[in-house]
């Protein structure tokens, strides 16, 4: 039987992604890992000593204890089991930084200046921690029927945005159009009605341009693309919408779904047509753009191949921009 190990993925701690994963069994290791987090928000990234680490892990597990009322404290971690724990993370989620340590396979450290020795995250550890920071909270992350400020284009009822779970929701409440239905951080949940509907409009198009542009925003790898009926999707509630362009991660599994005008929200053309008619697409929400926001202007020439045409009228003009499979614009037209 031919070797294929080398086709099997691993970290670059040389690790299968399920080894690296199991790694992290552990309420220790889970400790050192978020130890070494808050500390690298301090001041860029820094490396902790042994026994510092060691103090700020147990000073961590007794809050802990204390905020959940716990009347057995605790375990006292001695020396050799904490040593353990961490000896599991270095290499592959954690480097140990020094004269005996491995920081020279890393790059941070040269690039960013001497932290210090001890013990630091390695790209892993900081993608992991960085990962669950992005979905924790402390106050109340939930908003519920917010005035968009937009009409719904099908029935002109006042759309509304809802956020909870980690899914922000941007929907008629009349006839159920869904401007938007996306896994969204907590971190978009301001202080004010305004300030989340700000922030709600631009991670949309941080995440829409990203996978428009064909590019993962989560890894970074490339996406594939499928034109789909919005039933083929999973899309919650009634859908209007002829075709979705369909783009996934073969990597991360990271998906969504896009129209048309989203698709063509960076066509230069498409930028500059609506520049000279006073809008810019780049800092327009997404829902105030009825052509990204619904498929009201698009026409689908072909199924097989695909061909489907934009039409954006703006005062009077017209731009015409036509698709193939391929998702090369093969047609321009102005009038």
Known sequence: MADDSHEQPTTYGSLSPEAALGLLGNDVRAEILWALSEARGEDG???????????????????????????????????????????????????????????????????????????????????????????????????????????????????ETAYGN???????????????????????????DAKTLSRVARYNRHVRLAFADGVCPYCASDVGHSFKDPAETGYPGRDRRTVLLHRQCGHCGNMD?????????????????????????????????????????VTVRSRDPWELALEVRLDGDTLELVVDDELSVVERTRT
């Not at 057995?72 to 961490?86: A, G, M, R």
């Not at 922000?168 to 951080?185: A, G, I």
């Open 45 to 159: 990234p820094p490396a902790l000593s042994f026994s510092e680490l060691r103090e700020r892990v147990a000073e961590r597990r007794e809050a802990r204890a204390r905020a959940a009322r716990d009347p057995d404290p605790p375990e006292s971690l001695d020396s050799s089991q904490f040593n353990y724990h961490l000896q599991q993370l270095v290499g592959h989620f954690v480097e140990r930084r020094g004269e005996d340590g491995t920081a020279e396979s890393q790059l941070v450290p040269a690039m960013a200046g001497d932290h210090g020795d001890g013990y630091a995250l390695r790209p892993e550890g900081t993608t992991l921690t960085r990962t669950v920071r992005s979905m924790t909270f402390t106050d109340e992350a939930t908003r519920d029927s917010l005035d968009v400020g937009l009409d719904c284009y099908f029935c002109e009822t006042a759309v």
């Open 257 to 297: 779904n896009l129209t048309l005008g989203e698709f063509l929200l960076g066509d230069p053309e498409l930028v500059a047509f609506c520049h000279e008619h006073g809008v810019d697409v780049r800092s327009t929400p997404i829902w105030d753009l009825a052509f990204a926001a619904t498929d009201q202007s």
């Open 166 to 192: 980690g899914i922000c929701k941007v929907q008629c409440p009349d006839c159920e159009y869904l401007y938007d239905y996306n896994l969204t951080p907590p971190g978009v949940v301001a202080d004010s």
